[in-house]
C-alpha cells in the first residue's frame, strides 16, 4: 500500500513547481543520480536476486500532529486549540499545516525533480522548498480562494484523480481506497479536499498567467543560434518503461499478465497517452513518474537493450518483452544522434526553458496582486517569504463567535485585531 497521505500532498505543492518542466539533465562533469538498472530480456541481470528487487519504500507515514506545545488552551472548554500562524482573508494556516510542509520539503523536492536531479540540485530544492514553506501555503491559500470567486469547478477531476489512486493501488472500490486511507489515520473529506485544492490552483495558474505566455517561433529559433554548444551531445536515447511484475504467480495468472501488458501496450498505440498508463498499469518503482526511467548513452544498457532502443526513433515502443521478474515494455521518448542536435529535436526543450522563465516571475506578479486585494497577516516569529510584513495578532479565547471548526473536527484559534487596529 502506498502512502496516501504523501500521494494527496503531491496535489497541494508550491503551484510554481507543478508548472515549470523538470530540471534539465545534468552534464557531464555532474554526478546524476543514478538511473533505474534495466535488466536483459529473458535474461536476469548478473547480480539478480531469485526473486524481484523490492521496489522503492514510500515514504514512512507521517503520525497525525500532536497539539504544538505552543497552542493555547479555551478558557471556556479547557481543551487545547492549535496555534495558528498566519491569515489569508477568512481562511488559516496552522502550526501543524506549517510544520508538515516543512518535513515534507525532500519528498516534494524529488517528485519536482522525477529522477533528473543531481544531489546537488536536490538539495538545493529541498533547501528552497523549506524556507519558502509558510510562503508556499499562503499562495495556496489565495489561489484556491480565487479558483472559487471564478466559480471553477474540478469534481470531475476529483474523482479520476481518485480513481487512479485507487487503481495504482489495486484497491476493488472507492469504498476499499475511503478505508485505505482512513487506516492511514487520514480524515476521508481532508483527503480529497487535498487533491481538489490542487487542481483548482493548476487552473486558476493556467487561466490567470499561462494562458498570457506565448513563445515566438522567432525567440526559440535565437535561442538556438545563441546557444548550439549546449545542444551538442553524445548519442543517447531518453526511455519510459511500464513493467508488469509476474514474480510468484503461477503459468494461468502468468498469462493473464502477459495480457494485461499487451492491452497497455495496444492502448498506447491506440492513442492513449505512455505516461497515464504507465501509472496505471505499471508496478515499476517509476511508475508515478509515468515510467520515465531517464536519458541513457551507449554502453549504459544491456546489449539487448541497447540493439533494441537504439535502432528506435522517437516515440517509437518495444514488444513486449518478457524478463526474469515479468514483462517490460518500452518507449523511446527522443533519440539524440551524436553532436549537434537540429532545432526540430530541442525545440520542445527550449520552448519550456523559455516558458519556464517567463511563468516565474509571471506568477509571482500575479500572486503579489492577489495579496495586495487580499486581507493577509502573520504571526510574529513566522517569516514569510513573500515579503509580507508581520502584524501582532491578538489571539482569543475559543468561544463559539470566533472558533472555526474544520473537516476533521480540529478546532482553531481565530485572530482577534491587529494590534494598531481600533475597529474589528
Known sequence: MRNLAYIAALFVALPLA???????PPTQNQN???KPQLEKPDEAPADAPDTAPAKKPAPPLKKPAAAPAAAAVSPTEGKVVEEIVARVNNEVITRSEFEHSKASAEEDAKQDCQNRCTPEQLRTLTEDREKNALRDLIDQSLLVQRAKDMGVSVEPDVIKQL???RIENKLPSMEA???AVSKQGMNWEDFKNNIRNGLLTKKVIGSEVGSHISIPKEEIQKYYD??????MRPEQVVLRSIEVN????DATEVADLKKKAETARKRIQDGEDFGEIAKRFSDGATAKQGGYLGQYKRGEL????EDTVFGMKR???TEVLETKQGFLIMQVMEHYDEGEQPLAKVQNEIEEKLYSQRMEPALREYLKTLREESYVIIKPGYQDAAGGSNSEIQEVSATPEVTKTKKGHKKYLLFGKRAADTGA
Open 18 to 24: 507543478a508548472q515549470q518542466p523538470p530540471p534539465p
Open 32 to 34: 546524476p543520480t543514478p
Open 163 to 165: 480513481d487512479s489512486i
Open 177 to 179: 481506497l475511503e478505508e
Open 226 to 231: 545563441e546557444h548550439k554548444q549546449e545542444f
Open 246 to 249: 509476474t514474480t510468484g504467480k
Open 302 to 305: 544491456s546489449k539487448e537493450l
Open 315 to 317: 516515440n517509437d515502443l
